[in-house]
């Protein structure tokens, strides 16, 4: 889906990656529209119930790729204003977005109630205050869920494990009735529903399942003191193949029906999802030059033109991401660290690697770079950020320009 060698030549729906490289030059993300409608489909299919598909823009932030899924019907997860900004642009209603974060501002909590967005989704009690308070002087109500911790071991990576007791996210799940309780007291407070969310790349249903019923359960207390939630919001997380021989992800279908099952004595209460990864992770490649090789003896580096400010999974996580060329030449394989220009150890895509040997000057690409790509770059080391191209068929279209030295230092002073 999206990305497809033909003859050891990789395309993007209709294209040539090669071609569309020559023109934008590289470092370069390459996202295909298709992939990500398709995802979307699949994923807004599998749920039968009624819900809202909130997708998680901090995976992939860029104007065009959240307004593919505006136009598609979505609603966004933000964590931030600036992401609120941003999926207003792009055309998401309002009602259909969720606030999501462990520190939103009075600044950021007035932007939201003044746009009417569907609900806060609140991590403590200083934050319901603070809801409180913002609305108060804006003379509306505050619309918000608790995100509860169900303390349930999401099996993934612990820096992208959200749900245990020992991280800093929601209301741990023995105080989370107290807080509804809390709530219900406060004038300017309408409580609308619930939120969890354990983790990401999620490759077991099971800990969601687990979740859910967590939470099931608590709905049920409030039920019986009197708190009726509209919305029941699950978060996202639902992993996706990095690695062909390693990952096995659940079927959304298989996802959904967990979710679904756990939820069922709860008919009437609006589903939420808010998926990042499985929408646009498998969506997006970054394409990168090879300028240099070198050996020291024990090792081979591919020293490339992007390095870890532009994709930063690799050194983060140690995740893993498939490296290919763009053009197979059938060359031998060699096994090496893939590196890029910034000065840290740490600046690798990929290590012990087996690829086939390259040429100064070929292309590479990394799969598996739409989500948490773009979005996480930065311009440590003064890298202007790469240029980003979406392909929609056989046409290709920039969606975000490549940064000029003169972007490097706006709103810097001499
Ligand atoms: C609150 C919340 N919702 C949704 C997501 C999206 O997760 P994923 O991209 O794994 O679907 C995240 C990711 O960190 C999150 O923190």
Do not use: W
Request: proline fraction near 4%; hydrophobic fraction near 35%.
């Amino acid at each position: 889906m999206g990305f497809e060698y033909k003859n050891g030549e990789l395309y993007v729906e209709n294209l040539k990656v090669r071609d569309i490289v020559k023109d934008v030059k590289t470092p370069a993300y390459i996202y295909s529209k298709k992939h990500f409608q398709e995802q979307f489909e699949k994923f807004n299919k599998a749920f039968t119930r009624e819900h809202c598909v909130s997708f998680a823009i901090k995976a992939n932030s860029n104007l065009s790729v959240i307004k593919t899924f505006a136009e598609l019907g979505s609603g966004a997860d933000i964590v931030s204003k600036g992401e609120l900004f941003r999926a207003l642009k792009a055309g998401i209603d309002p009602s259909k977005i969720v606030f999501s974060g462990v520190a939103k501002t009075d600044d950021e909590i007035e932007y939201a109630i003044e746009n009417g967005i569907m609900m806060m989704n609140l991590e403590s009690l200083d934050e319901l205050y603070a809801v409180d308070r913002v609305a108060k002087k804006l003379n509306k109500k505050g619309r918000i869920a608790f995100r509860v911790n169900p303390d349930v071991d999401p099996k993934t990576h612990p820096y992208i494990s959200t749900g245990l007791k020992k991280n800093k996210f929601g209301i741990p799940y023995e105080e989370a009735f107290d807080a509804y309780m809390q709530a219900k007291n406060l004038d300017n407070i309408e409580i609308y529903g619930i939120q969890f969310h354990i983790g990401s790349q999620l490759l077991d249903s099971t800990p969601i399942y687990d979740a859910s019923v967590k939470v099931a359960e608590l709905m049920r207390k409030l039920q019986d003191s009197g708190i009726e939630l509209k919305a029941i919001d699950v978060g996202g997380g639902l992993g996706i193949v990095y690695n062909k021989k390693e990952d096995n992800p659940p079927s959304v279908e298989t996802y959904a029906k967990q979710i679904e099952d756990a939820f069922k004595e709860f008919p009437n209460a609006l589903l939420v999802l808010e998926p990042g990864r499985f929408l646009v992770g498998n969506g997006g490649i970054m394409v990168t030059k090879v300028v240099y090789h070198k050996t020291n003896g024990k090792k081979n580096f591919i020293i490339v033109d992007a390095g870890m400010n532009d994709l930063i999974r690799p050194s983060l996580y140690g995740a893993f991401q498939e490296i290919q060329p763009i053009t197979q030449k059938g060359n031998k394989k060699i096994v090496c660290d893939i590196v890029g220009p910034i000065c840290e150890t740490g600046d690798f895509l990929a290590r012990d690697y087996e690829i086939e040997d390259t040429e100064n000057g070929q292309y590479l690409a990394v799969f598996s770079s739409g989500a948490y790509g773009f979005t996480m770059a930065s311009n440590y080391n003064s890298r202007p950020k790469a240029v980003e191209v979406m392909v929609d068929n056989d046409a290709y279209k920039i969606i975000r320009k490549r940064e000029s030295l003169e972007d490097l230092i706006k709103g810097e002073t001499l």
